[in-house]
């Protein structure tokens, strides 16, 4: 077993969408990034990477390279699952924490689940997705940007233990 740890923090600007696990969420403003600016899937594929002792996302897909540009995050987390697979590493689970202070994450949750566990090809109860406000302080708080934490177990091995 391996286990990694990510996390990033963009930006939240007008005029460019929100997206989180893949979902396009209703919002005046969105996270500025190279790529589609998927906070928490950049901190799943940091964790993944991470495990896998594969370094960092930059280091994969450095946002210096048009390739990227406007990418679709749960893309590079596939292609991050794959890196690993390549090592005969499978994921276990992933667990995440989204901060934001608003808007709401909750009616999001379960398709952000989905959307991971789609990109890993997992079944939906190995991704945990949960959120938390930072009580108004700091950055976060402030409206500035949000940011994302998450983990990811590895095992050596096709498939991980019984779900
Ligand atoms: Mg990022």
Do not use: W
């Not at 930059?58 to 406007?70: I, K, M, N, V």
């Not at 987390?77 to 390549?86: M, S, V």
């Not at 108004?136 to 233990?161: D, H, S, Y």
């Amino acid at each position: 077993m391996r286990s990694g740890i990510g996390f990033d923090f963009h930006r939240l600007v007008e005029g460019r969408p929100l997206v989180l696990g893949g979902v396009h969420i209703p919002c005046s403003r969105g996270l500025l990034g190279h790529s589609d600016a998927d906070a928490l899937i950049h901190a799943v594929c940091d964790a993944l990477l991470g495990a896998a002792g594969l370094g960092d996302i930059g280091l994969h897909f450095p946002d210096t390279d048009p390739r990227f540009q406007g990418a679709s995050s749960l893309r590079l987390l596939a292609t991050c699952r794959g890196l690993a697979a390549e090592r005969g590493l499978t994921v276990v689970n992933v667990d995440a924490v989204i901060l934001a202070e608003a808007p709401r994450m909750a009616p999001y949750r379960l398709l952000m689940q989905t959307n991971i566990a789609g990109a890993l090809d997992l079944p939906a109860d190995r991704v945990n997705i949960k959120a938390t406000t930072m009580e108004a302080c700091g950055p976060v708080g402030r409206g500035e940007g949000i940011g994302a934490m998450a983990t990811v177990l590895l095992t050596a091995g096709e498939q991980g233990p019984a779900a």
